[in-house]
């Protein structure tokens, strides 16, 4: 809710000189009254179904609750009098959500009430006749990447003809095309409160609440320059923004103090290396970015640390702040090449099998081993690199078996041996491998906790046993996820998930201990599991004996399946783990 508490920091930004704060506006007005534009330089839509359920939500009790007003935070737009528009610099995902709120009433107005009432309220949000173009013009556009997809999907009407197929091409998309579902489903919950005849009322409700009462603190400001300090005020008055967001507007609020001026080129470097991150494609990428660069190249620091770190770093140097974003440009174009196995610096390599590591270390999903990579392919040397990875995958799978994968200290020794690469005290994979003896766990270790594991996750347990029954063939890379071998594979428990007649010589606490061992787990193809299910082993053995897996038909082997057979095949597939992930150079 909007209170005295807040007025204090509007007061506080209209201190700040040729700032505009204006504490009355409201996100519906906003959208009704001006032409937004979101920077085509600007991150994507990012709001994930989180984000948007819990604002769907909110919305939905203050409206049913007791009413009054409910405050959406600060949205700070630049007025450009050169191209005549007004940018939004912060609360674009706000602002975006709330058009998709808005779209999702008009659809239902359109279904329930009408052509002419659902024009009116397309017109007062959400487009506009332009006598400049064939078609009306939006009232928010979002950047370059985004723009016409939102277009189409959002701010079309379900019955125009652009709008039907429209698929999303991008992450922001997909993420975009979940909020307008959540949004069309928040309607119709809110219009099934009441009665039929009380339904469009109800649901235009909510328009209304969104003009009339969703306050915001409106601040116009005329340059990026002002903006990054308003962003500053914001956080030092209460008002949360992410470690990232934090750490671009200090670079550049200090890249541009004198002597010098590197405001421009440092504003430059940090959008291009946005661009670097979050052309990969992976959610929230950018936030894990800076600070794996941070524990590679500077020291350990978990995410709430990382402003505060790097704010002690550059101080007020604006030879620092272009230093460091320089710096983050650089390494971006490394760190991208974790993400992609194609990346076509890994074909200088002229070495497959790496790039299949990078595959596999991507697919196993670690990433407390990033910093420690990024560290790898910046200093060390080809043949190095090849080795290095191929050794990185063997310790990710012995954490992921022992189960230290999710241990805090994990990522510190990882951050530890980066930054004795980055400052040339490690120069070789062998010397790495002595640093990380005592830490990552060693044969003995490894064996005895493979021969007792449990793997919960079915893509682990096929990862695991696809590799497995690689060495038992004697192949190369038994490493590496094989995913071109043209069969679909999947994931049998002999003893199953619930054990019902044929297998009374398992207690209730042995089935509980033994169904997900990685030694009652096989491989099967797709047609061959279909129709197992809870079945008795003798039933089940036919199918085993023909799967055209080495370890699987070895289980067909047995007479029967109990405890011993469990553990006495695990123990083999132990002994296979040692080939499989070795720790030599």
């Known amino acids: 809710m909007f209170n005295d508490s807040l007025d204090v920091r509007i007061k506080n930004m209209n201190a700040l000189g040729n700032i505009q704060v204006d504490g009355n506006e409201t996100i519906g007005k906003a959208l009704h009254s001006k032409v937004l ?17 819990d604002l769907y939500r909110d919305i939905t009790e203050v409206i049913t609750g007791a009413g009054g007003e409910y405050f959406l935070g ?29 779209a999702a009433i008009r659809d239902y107005v359109l279904h329930n009430g009408g052509d002419t009432r659902a024009r009116a309220l397309e017109t007062k949000y959400l487009l506009s006749a332009d006598e400049n173009l064939d078609e009306e013009s939006p009232h928010l556009f979002l950047n370059a990447g985004d723009q016409d997809f939102f277009f189409r999907r959002v701010l079309l009407r379900e019955t125009n003809d652009r709008r039907c197929g429209v698929k999303p091409t991008r992450p922001s998309h997909t993420l975009i095309d979940s909020a307008a579902t959540l949004a069309a489903e ?11 005849e009380r339904r469009l009322t109800q649901v235009l409700r909510w328009s209304n609440f969104l003009y009339d009462s969703a306050r915001v603190i409106w601040v ?32 550049l609020r200090y890249a ?42 500077h020291a350990h620091t978990r995410h709430p640390e990382l402003f505060n770190r790097v704010k002690v770093h550059v101080g007020t140097s604006p030879n620092l702040a272009a230093q460091l974003t320089a710096d983050l440009l650089e390494s971006a174009a490394t760190y991208v090449t974790l993400l992609n196995p194609m990346h076509p610096e890994w074909t200088k390599l002229q070495s497959p099998r790496t790039q299949r590591n990078i595959q596999t270390l991507y697919e196993l999903g670690m990433i407390q081993i990033r910093p420690l990579l990024l560290a790898i392919i910046k200093k060390f040397g080809h043949r190095d690199i090849i080795a290095s990875l191929r050794l990185a995958v063997s310790w990710v799978v012995r954490f992921l078996v022992t189960g230290e994968a999710g241990s805090g200290a994990l990522e510190s020794y990882y951050g530890e041996a980066a930054r004795d690469i980055t400052k040339g005290k490690i120069i070789s994979t062998k010397k790495l491998a002595e640093k990380m003896i005592g830490i990552v766990p060693q044969d003995d270790q490894f064996e005895a906790i493979f021969s007792t594991a449990a793997v919960s996750k079915p893509d682990l347990a096929r990862y695991y046993l696809r590799a497995l ?32 007649d044929g297998w009374e010589h398992f207690s209730e606490e042995q ?20 129709n197992l299910g809870n079945v008795k082993y003798s039933v089940k053995r036919p199918a085993l004996s023909t799967a055209g897996f080495e370890l699987t038909q070895e289980i067909a082997a047995k007479d029967s399946w ?24």
């Open 37 to 53: 534009h979101v920077p085509a330089n600007q991150r994507d839509y990012a709001w994930e179904k989180k984000h948007v359920t």
């Open 562 to 585: 109990g405890m011993e057979d469990i553990n006495g095949r695990q123990k083999e597939l132990a002994k296979l783990a040692l080939k499989t992930w070795p720790l030599k150079v």
């Open 186 to 196: 928040s309607v119709k919950k809110a219009a099934a409160l009441v009665a039929p």
């Open 74 to 102: 600060t949205i700070v737009v630049i007025k450009d009098d050169v191209e005549k528009k007004l940018f939004v610099v912060d609360g674009q995902q706000r602002l975006a959500t709330s058009a998709i709120l808005i």
């Open 469 to 500: 029954e690689l060495t038992k063939r004697n192949q190369s890379e038994p490493e590496n996820i094989p995913n071109d071998d043209g069969q679909v594979i999947t994931l049998e428990h002999v003893l199953p998930e619930k054990a019902e």
């Open 256 to 297: 541009s103090t004198p002597p010098g001026d590197y405001f421009e080129q440092t504003k430059q470097q940090w959008n291009s290396m946005v661009s670097l991150i979050e052309g990969s494609r992976e959610p929230n990428i950018l936030k894990d970015y800076v600070r794996h660069y941070w524990v590679a190249f």
């Open 511 to 530: 089935h509980s201990q033994y169904w997900k061992r990685i030694g009652n787990q096989a491989l099967l193809r797709k047609t061959d599991n279909s």
């Open 220 to 251: 116009t400001v005329p340059d990026d320059r002002a903006a990054y300090i308003v962003f500053e005020t914001m956080n030092d008055r209460g008002l949360e923004l992410s470690a990232t967001d934090l750490i671009k507007n200090y670079l």
